[in-house]
């Protein structure tokens, strides 16, 4: 018997696409739709090893659009909504701030509204998390961690947009009672990555010769995580966590870019059987992106101690992980960097 029926929005993308696969495996019990509109960051490659499990099902559809979200909220009455769908990218955000707006703030508060409609009469048991960013608490100097009770201070116009979201999420808490979580997270890494970002595109550029673009200085720290270890967290949290509380999640893995993409040549190089040194070669110091926040890392020991949950590998071997990913899917990579994503690629590097 079907115990619970959940959606997950965002589920063709990167994170979410692992959230799908975890939730459809770990709980046959439950049923499990996937909202997603298929934007260039959505694939449906990420899933095919789950399209035909049955408790899974599909659907196409946007968060902006509120007569779909009711028709689709009347249609399988859900018990939870974990809610990924975004713009994600930073630098697609500074030069189109507008869209991050709409998807992430407006399609966060038509997704909100259309939980509070289902569950105005009973929300025993029902349960809305957002899924945001560490982004939204600014930017670190060399010292401290981002706790849950670290002001939000957004920089940059995608983690405005996450900020405005989570504002609205408890919002709807305080005011509506809609039973809430929210997560924070450090910055993720591993299979089905979009090559928009650090780590994916570096692989790439290694594999096609192709300069290793490196933002100011390379000094710019991030907190890495393992995407399936992000996925875990979201599972204990959405089970676990207590209604109305944030949770931080992180790597408790710190790295300048520049070290990262030293370390990223040097397995490619590897594994590619090239000589020591010989990706290396081709990093090249960029033009910064504007507003760029220095340093970003969480402080994890809430999750750690109210949920037992911590990462589960360690860096070196997530990296290698990841690069032999790439290079074993090549027909996936191939088909996520056609068309809409060379524009974007010339656009921003040329
Ligand atoms: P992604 O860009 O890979 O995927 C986003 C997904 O949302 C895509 O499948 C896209 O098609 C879908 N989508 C976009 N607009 C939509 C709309 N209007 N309606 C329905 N679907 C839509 O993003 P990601 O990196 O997997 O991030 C997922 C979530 O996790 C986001 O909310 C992001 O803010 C958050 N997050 C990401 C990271 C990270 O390191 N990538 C870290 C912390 C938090
Ligand atoms: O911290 C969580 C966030 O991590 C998520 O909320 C975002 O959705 C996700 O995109 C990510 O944001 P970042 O801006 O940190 O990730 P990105 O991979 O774009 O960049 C990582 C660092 O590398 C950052 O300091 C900018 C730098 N960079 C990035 C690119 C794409 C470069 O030096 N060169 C590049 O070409």
């Given at each position: 018997?079907t115990?619970?029926?959940?959606l ?55 968060i902006?659009d ?38 992430n ?5 038509k997704?909100?509204?259309a ?20 982004e ?16 939000y ?21 305080h ?14 890494y ?28 390379g ?9 399936k ?14 209604t ?15 070290d ?19 990706s ?6 960029v033009k ?12 994890a ?12 590998i360690?860096a ?7 690069a ?9 990579l ?17």
């Amino acid at each position: 018997m079907t115990k619970s029926t959940l959606l997950i929005t965002g589920g063709a993308g990167f994170i979410g696409s692992h959230v799908v696969r975890l939730f459809v495996n770990k709980y046959p019990e439950y049923r499990i739709v996937n909202l997603d509109a298929l934007t260039y960051a959505g694939n449906l490659e990420n899933l095919r090893d789950v399209e035909y499990a049955p408790n899974y099902t599909f659907e196409k559809g946007d968060i902006t659009d509120t007569p779909f979200l009711q028709t689709l909220f009347e249609k399988y009455r859900f018990d939870g909504v974990i809610h990924l769908a975004a713009e994600s990218h930073v630098d697609r955000s500074i030069s189109n701030p507008e869209s991050f707006v709409e998807t992430n703030v407006l399609g966060t508060v038509k997704l909100l509204n259309a939980a509070r409609n289902l569950w105005k009469n009973d929300r025993e048991g029902k349960r809305f998390y957002q899924v945001s960013t560490d982004e939204v608490y600014g930017s670190l100097g060399e010292e401290g961690y981002f706790t849950e009770e670290t002001r939000y201070d957004p920089r940059s116009p995608y983690s405005a947009s996450k900020a405005a979201s989570d504002h609205f999420v408890r919002a709807y808490f305080h005011t509506y009672n809609l039973p809430v979580v929210l997560s924070n997270c450090s910055n993720n890494y591993g299979p089905n990555h979009f090559p928009e970002k650090l780590i994916p595109l570096i692989i790439n550029n290694i594999r096609e010769g192709k300069p290793l673009p490196v933002y100011g200085d390379g000094k710019y720290t991030r907190d890495w995580l393992w995407v399936k270890d992000h996925a875990s967290a979201i599972d204990a949290i959405f089970h676990k966590g207590r209604t109305g509380e944030t949770y931080n999640i992180g790597g408790n893995n710190e790295w300048k870019n520049i070290d990262l993409v030293e370390k990223l040549c040097d397995i490619m190089d590897e594994l590619l059987g090239k000589p020591p040194g010989a990706s290396r070669q081709l990093i090249t110091f960029v033009k910064d992106r504007p507003g760029h926040d220095r340093r970003y890392a969480i402080d994890a020991t809430k999750i750690k101690t109210e949920l037992g949950w911590e990462p589960s590998i360690r860096a070196e071997e997530g990296f290698r992980e990841t690069a032999k990913w790439y290079l074993e899917n090549e027909a996936w990579l191939q088909h996520v960097v056609s068309g809409e994503y060379q524009r974007f690629y010339e656009q921003q590097y040329r």
